[in-house]
């Protein structure tokens, strides 16, 4: 199966630490995506996980378990700019298409 | 190019009229990719082209839907008869043509049938 599910909204408050997930179904898929997507602009590149552990990338980290198809944004000190969808986004092993979860909005209040 | 150019960004067109949507990917990107996005929605997958041949039309959602891409580059995507459900940001994206490379979006074309 190809399912990515994600949560559809979430909240936090600026300064705070917010926690993203996103599970998708294990066969066939070559690591994950995160892309940020502001609203009316197009989804921009944060990150790429495709072995294990967790990357961190200034004050935004992801985290990858191929073993449990589970991965997590993690956004530290968060800015107001943080307001945005969240789109996880699984490729496909052996050919090159992307697959996107329907994306977590994040509103980011003072 | 520096990056996916779209055009046209903006396009209103009156119900059952044929447009067409152009994409012009980032030079020696080998891989593109066309997406849409309703409003309020997630990416819906309709097509991907590696080179010029089209290894996955699964997305596509009907017949009235075609794409092709020329030398490599260029690919327009064509749909016939539009409806008003057709209306959405249609993305273009394109990337080096590996499984893991990074997938870099145009801004889009915004369609609205009316």
């Known amino acids: 199966g190809q399912n990515i599910d994600q949560p559809t909204e979430m909240t936090a408050t600026e300064g705070a630490i917010v926690q993203i997930n996103c599970t998708y179904q294990?066969?066939?898929?070559?690591?994950l995506f995160w892309y940020q997507q502001h609203a009316g602009e197009a989804p921009t590149f944060l990150s790429y996980?495709?072995?294990?552990g967790l990357e961190e990338k200034g004050r935004f980290s992801s985290f990858l378990s191929r073993s449990k198809g589970y991965s997590y944004l993690l956004l530290k000190e968060l800015q107001m700019k943080d307001s945005a969808s969240y789109l996880c986004?699984?490729?496909?092993?052996?050919?090159?298409?992307?697959?996107f979860g329907t994306g977590t909005r994040l509103t980011i209040i003072p | 190019g520096a990056g996916v150019s779209q055009s046209p960004s903006n396009k209103v067109t009156e119900k059952g009229k044929d447009v067409e949507l152009r994409c012009d990917p980032i030079?020696?990107?080998?891989?593109l990719y066309w997406y849409r996005q309703s409003l309020g929605q997630g990416l819906e997958f309709l097509i991907y082209?590696?080179?010029?041949?089209?290894?996955?039309k699964s997305g596509l959602p009907s017949d009235r839907f075609s794409a092709e891409r020329t030398g490599g580059s260029v690919s327009t995507l064509t749909i016939q008869r539009t409806q008003q459900e057709d209306s959405a940001v249609y993305l273009c994206?394109?990337?080096?043509?590996?499984?893991?490379?990074?997938?870099?979006f145009g801004e889009g074309s915004w369609l609205t049938v009316v």
């Open positions: 994206a394109s990337s080096l043509g590996t499984s893991g490379n990074t997938i870099y």
């Open positions: 294990t066969s066939g898929f070559n690591g």
């Open positions: 996980n495709v072995l294990d």
């Open positions: 986004a699984a490729p496909h092993f052996g050919n090159e298409k992307l697959t």
């Open positions: 030079s020696g990107h080998t891989a």
């Open positions: 082209f590696q080179g010029n041949s089209a290894p996955d």
